[in-house]
């Protein structure tokens, strides 16, 4: 149980947020020509900007290779710019996979065989995609 707080009282020090400068007025033009590209070519746009991401799993979106401001989205549907915005799908399910078998030598001389299997689990999508 201490154990537990003091890792989440390590972790909190390492917070993520967006550029705090905002987005330059280049970004801005290009975010503006993407969206007047999504209404002019309207009905085939939308199968492109529109994602959706399942209730086990969060989206953290960059605008031009920046940390978008409100953090992980989902469940649900999302709305990305095409050619400005990308994405990436974190999964939150506790995954499992095992180590291979190590032969050990002790030193009394006597072979051992270890194996292992490795749980982890991701609690904060946006520290797991940035801090990495």
């Known amino acids: 149980m201490y154990h537990q707080r003091l890792v989440k009282r390590r972790i909190s020090h390492f917070q993520v947020s967006p550029d705090p400068e905002g987005p ?73 996979f095992d180590v291979p078998p190590q032969e050990v030598l002790s030193r009394d001389s006597v072979t051992v065989t270890v194996d292992a299997v490795v749980y982890y689990r991701v609690s904060n999508p946006t520290m797991a995609t940035n801090n990495v």
């Open 24 to 96: 330059g007025c280049c970004a801005m033009l290009l975010a503006m020509f993407s969206l007047l590209l999504i209404i002019a070519t309207m009905p085939i746009s939308l199968c492109m900007c529109i994602k959706v991401v399942q209730e086990y799993e969060r989206a953290v979106i960059f605008r031009l290779g920046r940390l978008r401001k409100g953090g992980a989205k989902g469940p649900g549907i999302f709305f990305v710019l095409p050619c400005i915005d990308s994405y990436k799908k974190v999964d939150l399910r506790t995954v499992s």
